[in-house]
Structure formats: C-alpha cells, structure tokens
C-alpha cells in the first residue's frame, strides 16, 4: 500500500513558477510510474506529466510541454512537477497519482491518489 502527499500549490501571477512536491510511503516507490493530473473548476481530472520508475522517460500533456518538468528521487521517495511560465488557464488542483504500469497508462490505471494542492494563476 502506498500513501501520497502533495505540497508546493499557491497563489502566482501569470509568468511565474512553482514547484510541486509529492512525498510517497512504502518500500515499493521506485517500481512506480508516477504522475501528476490536474482537476480545473467545473472540469474533470485530466493528465499533465508521467514519469517512468527508472526516471528515464517522460510523457507531458500537449497542453505542458515545454513549461513544465517532471521529475524524481526514489532515494527520497520524493515525485516533483516544476511549473513554469504558467498561465491562468493552469488554475487547478494539482493531484499525484502512482501506477504499477508504465508512462502509457490511463488514468483508471493509476492505483494511488494524493489528496490534491492547489494552484491559482492571476492576471
């Protein structure tokens, strides 16, 4: 069974950053595809960016590439989203996910859910 906690969400204006940080329990962190999904108001949970359990591959959202990165550090059980350049359209709740399958998976195959940060951009 695996725990997740997000931290890192706030208040920016549009052109700055953030980064979000997801802390996982467990002794099997490192055999999981991690990831990050995004919940706007009035909107459904839509993906943003994976990351393999080796930390070699990478998928983003068409919506992210080249704003954000993915990122991890198994050692410290530690998933993180660095969040640039954002934009008002980026206004959401930021959730962690865990999958025991690869970068590919859908969303149903995510077996593990943090509670949820959030972020708002202004202006």
């Known amino acids: 069974q695996v725990q997740l906690v997000e931290s890192g969400g706030g208040s920016v204006q549009a052109g700055g950053s953030l980064r979000l940080s997801c802390v996982a329990s467990?002794?099997?962190?490192?055999?999981?595809?991690m990831a990050w999904f995004r919940q706007a108001p009035g909107k459904g949970r839509e993906f943003v960016a994976a990351?393999?359990?080796?930390?070699?591959?990478?998928r983003y959202a068409d919506s992210v590439k080249g704003r954000f990165g993915i990122s991890r550090d198994n050692a410290k059980n530690t998933v993180y989203l660095q969040m640039n350049s954002l934009k008002p359209e980026d206004t959401a709740v930021y959730y962690c996910?865990?999958?025991?399958?690869?970068?590919?998976?859908?969303?149903?195959?995510?077996?593990?859910w943090g509670q949820g940060t959030q972020v708002t951009v202004s202006s």
């Open positions: 996910a865990a999958s025991s399958i690869g970068t590919m998976a859908s969303r149903g195959e995510y077996r593990y």
């Open positions: 990351i393999g359990w080796s930390g070699g591959g990478t």
């Open positions: 467990g002794r099997t962190f490192s055999t999981y595809t």
